[in-house]
């Protein structure tokens, strides 16, 4: 069993930067792969970056070159650093874990809300 926890969000310019954490308890939390969702109102879940317990990093095309994950095992943490934010962008961000790779990410985050606006 792991929790997680996000924060970090907030409002923020078109253009601007933000990072999001997620900090993780309960479990070892190195041999979990790491992702993050968002939602925006009306839509569905969407993938937006994952980082495996390898390190291996991969990212949904929207977001490709401007968001890059990371994590930090000695912090239990996931990083998610945003950039060139665009309002399409403004969505409920979650920090999801999977134990096994070819599984769900079925531990979830309660939310973070990002807002692009001006």
Known sequence: QVQLVESG?????PGGSLTLSCAASGSVFNIYDMGWYRQA????????ATITKGDITAYADPVKGRFTISRDNTKKSVYLQMSSLLPEDTAVYYCAARRKSW???DYWGQGTQVTVSS
């Open 9 to 13: 969000g907030g409002l923020v310019q």
């Open 103 to 105: 599984g769900q990410y």
């Open 41 to 48: 109102p009306g839509k569905q879940r969407e993938l937006v």
